[in-house]
């Protein structure tokens, strides 16, 4: 395994979000946020077919496998997501602070998650993090 298919995705994950968070905290209010779902959606389908013409001269699936019951899923999640990250910027919540607290209750959320739908260990370790996240957000909330 080559040090950028273990580095690479990581950057990619939090270059993405970096960009995200601030294009999103950035929207005009007076851009509805359903609206501007549509605008993004529409820009990452443009860069999607793009990306996928490009890599397809690698072995990646066909593109029929886009029907998959389990993309509409994460379809449906990215658009939860989005939206509500638009909706938590227009009440004001600061940059810095929601994507950590939403991001770390998440995390505690899939430990058990990941326990019981993909049989991942929950060690003390693991535990411990989860302690360590809840604090860390009761000190964010201060």
Known sequence: MSKFTLVGPPLLVIGGSLLYHVAAKSVPKTVAPLAALIGV????????IVAYAVANRTALSPISAIGHPTIAAVGLGVLMIE???LLTYR????????????N???A???????AALFGETIT???????????????????
């Open 91 to 102: 009440a004001a919540w600061p940059v810095s602070m929601a994507s950590v607290m939403m």
């Open 83 to 85: 939206l509500g990250f």
């Open 108 to 114: 505690v959320l899939l430990l058990p998650v990941g």
């Open 41 to 48: 959606y529409f820009t990452a389908l443009v860069a999607s």
């Open 104 to 106: 770390g209750i998440v």
């Open 124 to 142: 003390f370790v693991r535990l411990m993090g989860v302690v360590l996240c809840l604090l860390g957000l009761t000190l964010l909330q201060k």
